[in-house]
């Protein structure tokens, strides 16, 4: 695999001395073999943080099987990344130039681009739209991790004073079209990151809709999968939040947001948007937030009368 | 003539940070803290539904979101005249709560440990985890292979003197791994009633969304016992220890010594009593807490628009090559005065006012365990010990709220949006005192400003030229070697900085 860094031969010796360490018999070399074969093709992950909340880095802390720890041991090798790593400063920047310089990672972009304000994200006192134009050249896989990332987000937000946008517009811009994985939602949920990230690196790139977003995750209509469609086929609509039925007056975009949130659930399958009694947002749409004069929520002027529950 | 030294970014905190600092003879003579990065919430938040605030400004942050839900529909709910349902407020306190543990579990382990703990103490690993075997596997293997940075995220790290002890080190790394788990734990509680963290669904005016059942309690309930046996068993130990290895932290990155708390977790409907108290502290004298008494000077940041103005009446207009501002923060001001916000700020309220008589017990038994002196709370390792007690505190005042819900009541009260109005949100966010101050008219956000706890914290200098609090407190630092300047970034980070959170 492209992403092997040391050669079989090497994997079999240095198995074969820790299999000695571990007290392990010759038998049990060709298993530890492969467990580390999986360990060392972990391919590198740059993660570069732009006009970011870190709330997807936070996010992808929350994965389950694999866990955060498992990720970072056994599926990727985290060159850098602000929040986790440890090193600070002049170290940071120089992980970063010289894994660029190296070329063949995995670039993750969190965050917009302040495109019409490069003063607004700085990195080691180079604005981050130029380091980005750096990072895209000599990455083998680039995902946009966040509705940020992908499609400008809050940040670009209608009046919005920098120019924010994701990261395939700020590329367009610049004249160039590099394949760019999209994974939207504010934040973006952790399987939809990890399922992607082994996609890619076991079986290649998954399947991408139009707009760059794996079909695994993003082919549905969050109404469609929705556990209130019942309520909205009966007309039976909830007057406020938390009450009974389809939200869809309150102002729900399920209607026209791909997701898998009310199927997949969050935090550990806990728990999601509908059904702890508020409506979707359209957090994971190509116009969230984009529009001022489109509220998140309708309420009425009868609502008053209404129980609440 | 000193030399400069700048670290950027400073990674293990929020977002973008450069600090830049001249040393003199081993010591910190001058220091500035720069915010890298801008957004502008408070100027596209203009013009819409007040509804969409609490959502949009949750996304100032995906470290403390709830807090800022929480700011905006306090302030929403004063401007709509909504008295709060019980179940509604101690629900706010629940999720409020639970990403109060899980920040400073988060903080404590993965943003500051590593830069007291040997990770490499790994490689003497000899028992037999699985996860420490399987750790000590992986860092041999990957030093032994030809990767460009072995062992990252975790390695190069500034080589400076960590703790030797090799069984301390070792459980403290086992600590890092289980306290992953443990803040994503906090995370699934905090979700069973806000929906999904980062960035909850069910924070609006007049309650929460969410409704109150037995198996919610209950699953809740079971959660909070595994976090608070962990907080009590091996964060508060772990945070001992490296105080005892550490003890001339005690000493080390005093900064202002203004204290100011909006105090935080409702414990009425009907009146301003918080389980955390707020207040000020100057000079050792607790103040009561006036809000008219804050400002944000903009001399030395990047806006043009009018410096000292109270909230009500602040603007943010970006002004990216202003001449001599050298950060995206504003400069928040109490009194004209610099002010330090976070735990210890809270609990030095809290200890100054008399206030809560729980706090005053557990910080005497704490200063008697460690034969400390009070005043050496006002210290790196202070804010790192203050806030561990803290996690503390609040998950077993946890347990008293989640006594007190009662299934199937209401936990929000109806409203209608008035076509005018104002209303201010004060609560705490884990690394501080948060405002939101927002101004209605037909109906849409005339004006809306967040004064952030970083902001606080990380201010660049004020009009008249006096430091911020992190500047304050790196200033006479001493630095042994300074192209490893780790006692700089011990003393930044025990601020715990959230730079999305105080750019915004």
Same mark, same amino acid.
Request: proline letters at 6%; one cysteine or more; a neutral charge.
């Given at each position: 695999?492209?992403?092997?860094?040391?050669t079989?031969?090497?994997? *079999?010796?240095?198995?074969?001395k820790?299999?000695?360490?571990?007290?392990?018999?010759?038998?049990?070399i060709?298993?530890?073999?492969?467990?580390?074969?999986?360990?060392?093709?972990?391919?590198?992950?740059?993660?570069?943080?732009?006009?970011?909340?870190?709330?997807?880095?936070?996010?992808?802390?929350?994965?389950?099987?694999?866990? &955060?720890?498992?990720?970072?041991?056994?599926?990727?090798?985290?060159?850098?990344?602000?929040?986790?790593?440890?090193?600070?400063?002049?170290?940071?920047?120089?992980?970063?130039?010289?894994?660029?310089?190296?070329?063949?990672?995995? *670039?993750?972009?969190?965050?917009?681009?302040?495109?019409?304000?490069?003063e607004?994200?700085?990195?080691?006192?180079?604005?981050?739209?130029? *380091?980005?134009?750096?990072?895209v050249?000599?990455?083998?896989?680039?995902i946009?991790?966040?509705?940020?990332?992908?499609?400008?987000?809050?940040?670009?937000?209608?009046?919005?004073?920098?120019?924010?946008?994701?990261?395939?517009?700020?590329?367009?811009?610049k004249?160039?079209?590099?394949?760019?994985?999209?994974?939207?939602?504010? &934040?973006?949920?952790?399987?939809?990151?990890?399922?992607?990230?082994?996609?890619?690196l076991?079986?290649?790139?998954?399947?991408?809709?139009?707009?760059?977003? &794996?079909?695994?995750?993003?082919?549905?209509?969050?109404?469609?999968?929705?556990?209130?469609?019942?309520?909205?086929e009966?007309?039976?609509?909830?007057?406020?939040?938390?009450d009974?039925?389809?939200f869809?007056?309150?102002?729900?975009?399920?209607?026209?947001?791909?997701?898998?949130?009310?199927l997949?659930?969050?935090?550990?399958?806990?728990?999601?948007?509908?059904?702890?009694?508020?409506?979707?947002?359209?957090?994971?749409?190509?116009?969230?937030?984009?529009?001022?004069?489109? &509220?998140?929520?309708?309420?009425?002027?009868?609502?008053s009368?209404?129980?609440?529950? | 003539?000193?030399?400069?030294?700048?670290?950027?970014?400073?990674?293990?905190?929020?977002?973008?940070?450069?600090?830049?600092?001249?040393?003199?003879?081993?010591r910190?003579?001058?220091?500035?803290?720069?915010?890298?990065?801008?957004?502008?919430?408070?100027?596209f938040?203009?013009?819409?539904d007040?509804?969409?605030?609490?959502?949009?400004?949750?996304?100032?942050?995906?470290v403390?979101?709830?807090?800022?839900?929480?700011?905006?529909?306090?302030?929403?709910?004063?401007?709509?005249?909504?008295r709060?349902?019980?179940?509604?407020?101690?629900?706010?306190?629940l999720?409020q709560?639970?990403?109060?543990i899980?920040s400073?579990?988060?903080?404590?382990?993965?943003l500051?440990?590593?830069?007291?703990?040997?990770?490499?103490?790994?490689?003497?690993?000899?028992?037999?985890?699985?996860?420490?075997?399987?750790?000590?596997?992986?860092?041999?293997?990957?030093?032994?292979?030809?990767?460009?940075?072995?062992?990252?995220?975790?390695?190069?790290?500034?080589?400076s003197?960590?703790?030797?002890?090799?069984?301390?080190?070792?459980?403290?790394? $086992?600590?890092?791994?289980?306290a992953?788990?443990?803040? $994503?734990?906090?995370?699934?509680?905090?979700?069973?009633?806000?929906? $999904?963290?980062?960035?909850?669904?069910?924070?609006?005016?007049?309650?929460?969304?969410?409704?109150?059942?037995?198996?919610?309690?209950?699953?809740?309930?079971?959660?909070?016992?595994?976090?608070?046996?962990?907080?009590?068993?091996?964060?508060?130990?772990?945070?001992?220890?490296?105080? $005892?290895?550490?003890?001339?932290?005690?000493?080390?990155?005093?900064?202002?010594?203004?204290?100011?708390?909006?105090?935080?977790?409702?414990?009425?409907?009907?009146?301003?009593?918080?389980?955390?108290?707020?207040?000020?502290?100057?000079?050792?004298?607790?103040m009561?807490?006036?809000?008219?008494?804050?400002?944000?000077?903009?001399?030395?940041?990047?806006?043009?628009?009018?410096?000292?103005s109270?909230?009500?009446?602040?603007?943010?207009?970006?002004?990216?090559?202003?001449?001599?501002?050298?950060?995206?923060?504003?400069?928040?001001?109490?009194?004209g005065?610099?002010?330090?916000?976070?735990?210890?700020?809270r609990?030095?309220?809290?200890y100054?006012?008399?206030?809560?008589?729980?706090?005053?017990?557990?910080?005497?038994?704490?200063?008697?365990q460690?034969n400390?002196?009070?005043?050496?709370?006002?210290?790196?390792?202070?804010?790192?010990?203050?806030r561990a007690?803290?996690?503390?505190?609040?998950?077993?005042?946890?347990?008293?709220?989640?006594?007190?819900?009662?299934?199937?009541?209401?936990?929000?009260?109806?409203?209608?949006?008035?076509?005018s109005?104002?209303?201010?949100?004060?609560?705490?966010?884990?690394?501080?005192?948060?405002?939101?101050?927002?101004?209605?008219?037909?109906?849409k956000?005339?004006?809306?400003?967040?004064?952030?706890?970083?902001?606080?914290?990380?201010?660049?200098?004020?009009?008249?030229?006096?430091?911020?609090?992190?500047?304050?407190?790196?200033?006479?630092?001493?630095v042994?070697?300074?192209?490893?300047?780790?006692?700089?970034?011990?003393v930044?980070?025990?601020?715990?900085?959230?730079?999305?959170?105080?750019?915004?």
């Amino acid at each position: 695999m492209s992403f092997l860094m040391v050669t079989r031969r090497d994997f *079999l010796k240095y198995s074969a001395k820790l299999a000695a360490v571990l007290g392990f018999g010759a038998s049990s070399i060709p298993r530890i073999s492969e467990a580390l074969i999986t360990l060392s093709e972990n391919p590198s992950v740059l993660w570069l943080q732009g006009q970011s909340c870190s709330g997807c880095s936070v996010s992808l802390l929350n994965t389950d099987d694999p866990g &955060p720890a498992e990720l970072l041991i056994r599926y990727i090798s985290l060159q850098f990344h602000s929040t986790l790593s440890t090193a600070t400063g002049e170290t940071s920047i120089e992980i970063i130039h010289r894994t660029i310089d190296k070329g063949g990672y995995l *670039l993750a972009v969190e965050g917009s681009i302040p495109s019409t304000m490069p003063e607004a994200c700085l990195i080691g006192e180079e604005p981050l739209n130029e *380091l980005i134009l750096k990072a895209v050249r000599s990455a083998k896989g680039i995902i946009a991790v966040g509705t940020c990332a992908t499609f400008g987000g809050i940040p670009s937000a209608e009046n919005n004073p920098t120019g924010a946008m994701g990261l395939s517009s700020f590329l367009k811009e610049k004249g160039i079209t590099p394949p760019v994985i999209q994974i939207p939602g504010c &934040p973006t949920h952790p399987d939809w990151i990890v399922g992607t990230l082994v996609h890619l690196l076991k079986f290649g790139m998954p399947e991408l809709d139009t707009m760059g977003r &794996p079909k695994l995750f993003f082919s549905k209509l969050i109404h469609d999968q929705c556990p209130r469609f019942p309520d909205y086929e009966r007309e039976h609509f909830a007057k406020f939040f938390g009450d009974k039925g389809c939200f869809f007056k309150l102002g729900c975009v399920g209607t026209n947001t791909y997701a898998d949130c009310t199927l997949r659930y969050w935090n550990s399958r806990i728990n999601s948007c509908i059904p702890a009694g508020a409506p979707c947002i359209g957090c994971a749409s190509d116009h969230f937030a984009k529009n001022s004069k489109f &509220p998140f929520y309708r309420i009425g002027t009868d609502i008053s009368t209404s129980s609440g529950h | 003539m000193g030399k400069s030294v700048v670290i950027d970014p400073i990674t293990r905190i929020e977002g973008h940070l450069a600090i830049k600092v001249e040393v003199e003879q081993d010591r910190i003579v001058n220091a500035e803290c720069r915010g890298e990065m801008f957004r502008g919430f408070e100027v596209f938040l203009r013009g819409r539904d007040p509804m969409d605030a609490q959502q949009i400004t949750q996304r100032i942050c995906g470290v403390c979101p709830i807090s800022h839900g929480i700011a905006s529909i306090l302030a929403q709910d004063m401007a709509y005249q909504i008295r709060l349902p019980s179940n509604g407020r101690l629900v706010r306190n629940l999720i409020q709560g639970a990403n109060f543990i899980q920040s400073h579990i988060i903080h404590f382990y993965h943003l500051s440990a590593l830069d007291f703990i040997d990770i490499a103490a790994i490689t003497k690993y000899t028992g037999q985890d699985p996860i420490l075997l399987e750790l000590k596997t992986w860092v041999e293997f990957q030093i032994s292979s030809k990767m460009l940075y072995p062992a990252a995220p975790f390695l190069p790290r500034y080589e400076s003197q960590y703790l030797d002890n090799v069984e301390i080190n070792i459980q403290a790394i $086992k600590h890092y791994l289980d306290a992953l788990e443990m803040r $994503k734990l906090a995370h699934k509680m905090a979700a069973i009633f806000c929906g $999904k963290i980062p960035h909850a669904a069910t924070l609006i005016p007049g309650g929460v969304s969410e409704h109150v059942n037995a198996q919610k309690i209950i699953n809740y309930f079971e959660i909070l016992k595994k976090l608070h046996v962990f907080i009590d068993t091996v964060y508060l130990p772990d945070v001992i220890a490296v105080a $005892k290895a550490f003890p001339q932290y005690f000493k080390m990155g005093k900064g202002c010594n203004n204290f100011l708390a909006f105090g935080v977790f409702k414990e009425s409907a009907d009146s301003d009593i918080t389980f955390l108290p707020g207040g000020v502290v100057m000079s050792s004298n607790y103040m009561a807490f006036n809000s008219s008494k804050i400002t944000e000077d903009v001399r030395y940041s990047r806006y043009s628009s009018q410096s000292g103005s109270h909230p009500t009446q602040g603007e943010t207009i970006a002004d990216p090559h202003k001449t001599g501002a050298y950060s995206w923060l504003k400069a928040p001001r109490y009194d004209g005065q610099t002010m330090e916000v976070g735990p210890l700020a809270r609990i030095i309220a809290a200890y100054v006012s008399g206030k809560s008589p729980l706090v005053t017990t557990t910080i005497n038994q704490t200063i008697s365990q460690l034969n400390i002196p009070f005043e050496d709370l006002v210290s790196v390792m202070g804010r790192h010990l203050v806030r561990a007690l803290e996690t503390k505190l609040i998950a077993e005042q946890c347990f008293k709220w989640l006594d007190q819900l009662v299934p199937d009541a209401p936990c929000v009260e109806p409203f209608t949006i008035p076509s005018s109005g104002e209303g201010v949100g004060l609560t705490e966010a884990p690394r501080g005192a948060l405002g939101h101050w927002i101004e209605i008219a037909d109906k849409k956000i005339k004006n809306y400003q967040c004064v952030v706890p970083t902001t606080w914290n990380c201010s660049p200098r004020d009009d008249k030229g006096n430091p911020g609090p992190v500047e304050l407190a790196l200033i006479g630092t001493s630095v042994s070697d300074i192209k490893n300047p780790i006692e700089a970034a011990r003393v930044v980070r025990s601020f715990d900085p959230c730079i999305a959170c105080a750019v915004h």
